[in-house]
């Protein structure tokens, strides 16, 4: 070989290399996070949980929502400004409840109204997802004017394909969702603050993601289970429970308990509870730890046959008349999260919010309508996108 073909083949081999490991780098492999489904591996987990461990793969929120809050940051002075910050936008005071619960019940009313008026069928999901925001909006932004119908039908829906975008995040091209969110949030200004800045700590998504987007999915099911699931003695003896609580909702109305056939006593609270076990709005709880994302299966954990018995996957209150905190806690029972960053809505807000928002559709929408097309609603699927295109239909 001569020097100059000798001097060639270096230079081929050196681009080569600069090529393979430069340029057309691998792709880093995004490997599914690896699920933890023991009881006490998954407490012992969120008992230990640093900030760090939590930011890491919340990170994906950032991106698709420009959010800042306690599960994004590492700050630790950040961090205690805002649970302490939502801490004292959830405390409500008893006729703060009452005046909450006529809100959602005129909103859900005057939707009945036009809907009786204008056609004889219309979607469930959307209406559920309308008075859930609009119920959040009362309660945490009380300034600010209520939005428009289509308003609210753009942002709700924008949060949810944002949402579903960002689990995708780490292996997908970007530029889709970045004009999708640019375009979300110059809608969110107008609603919100018009004058305003909307960055960082002072995205109304801080709170409003936290709030709105644990509550609607739950309320959507309860509602299905407890109307259209349940047999039919069953859905008049809870609708008279819901009317009871709705009338008067307080801790006791909350948890008074109700005979009903078969020696059960079932109670809003028992309701609300078999909810949040068989639908849990958070349904794997993400940390980082070494470098590798884990998820703790909460809606495993809470529809595990082994600790609930082969009823597991029925929707069956009746079942928390004996159960108390401690027994759930020890089966795996964590909605509101556990150990170091248990959810501030756990002791009171979370559980009235449901009780009430399922209560008014239960009462609102009774006997009026029925569903159509779910005859063949199984235990329910808790995917964010099932029964988009449910809907109640005006009975003849
Ligand atoms: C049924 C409704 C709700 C459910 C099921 C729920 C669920 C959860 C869960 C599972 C966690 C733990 C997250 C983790 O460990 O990484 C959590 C934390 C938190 N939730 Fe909720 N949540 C609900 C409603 C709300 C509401 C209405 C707010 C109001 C703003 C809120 C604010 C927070 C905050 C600030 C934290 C972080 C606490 C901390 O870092 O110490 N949640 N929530």
Redesign the pocket.
């Known amino acids: 070989m001569s020097y100059q073909s000798a001097i060639a083949l270096a230079y081929t081999f050196v681009i080569l290399v600069i090529i393979k490991y430069f340029i057309w780098a691998p792709r880093k492999h995004h490997t599914a996070p690896r699920r933890l489904r023991n009881v006490k591996e998954c407490l012992y987990l969120?008992k230990s949980?640093t900030l760090k461990q939590?930011a890491s793969p919340n990170q994906r929120l950032v991106i698709a929502f420009g959010i800042d809050?306690?599960?994004t940051t590492v700050d630790p002075i950040h961090?205690k400004r805002?649970?302490n910050q939502?801490k004292s936008?959830?405390r409500t005071q008893g006729d703060d409840w009452k005046m909450l619960t006529q809100f959602a019940s005129d909103w859900t009313k005057q939707v009945v109204f036009v809907k009786l008026q204008t056609s004889c069928s219309f979607r469930l999901l959307p209406m559920v997802q309308a008075l859930v925001f609009h119920t959040?909006l009362r309660k945490?932004f009380p300034a600010i004017s209520t939005p428009s119908d289509s308003e609210v039908e753009f942002i709700t829906s924008r949060i949810n394909s944002l949402w579903i975008a960002s689990k995708g995040i780490a292996c997908q091209d970007k530029t889709q969702l970045v004009y999708q969110r640019k375009e979300f949030q110059s809608r969110l200004q107008s609603t919100f603050s018009p004058n305003k800045s909307q960055s960082g700590e002072e995205n109304p998504l801080n709170?409003l993601l936290?709030?709105y987007e644990?509550?609607w999915r739950?309320v959507l099911r309860i509602f299905l289970e407890v109307q259209f699931l349940s047999e039919p003695q069953r859905v008049c003896e809870y609708a008279a429970q819901f009317e009871k609580f709705l009338l008067d909702p307080t801790r006791g109305k909350f948890e008074e308990e109700t005979q009903i056939q078969d020696g059960l006593s079932v109670s809003i609270k028992g309701i609300v509870a078999e909810g949040?076990r068989l639908y849990?709005?958070?349904r794997r709880?993400?940390?980082e730890i070494d470098g590798e994302e884990v998820a703790v299966d909460?809606e495993y954990l809470h529809r595990d046959a082994t600790n609930w018995g082969d009823d597991a996957m029925r929707f069956i209150p009746g079942r928390w008349a004996t159960l108390t905190t401690c027994d759930a806690g020890k089966r795996g029972y964590?909605?509101?999260?556990?150990?170091?960053?248990?959810?501030?809505?756990?002791p009171e807000?979370?559980?009235f919010?449901?009780g009430i928002m399922v209560g008014v559709l239960v009462t609102k929408f009774a006997n009026q309508f029925e569903l159509n097309g779910g005859d063949d609603l199984g235990p329910l699927e808790n995917v964010r996108d099932a029964y988009s295109e449910l809907e109640l239909r005006r009975k003849i």
Not at 338 to 345: K, N
Request: glycine share 6%; hydrophobic share 55%; net charge positive.
């Open positions: 969120l949980s939590r809050n306690a599960f961090a805002f649970v939502s936008l959830l959040v945490f709170i936290p709030a644990t509550l739950v949040l849990p709005p958070t709880i993400y940390r909460v964590m909605p509101f999260g556990a150990g170091t960053f248990e959810c501030p809505a756990k807000f979370g559980l919010a449901i």
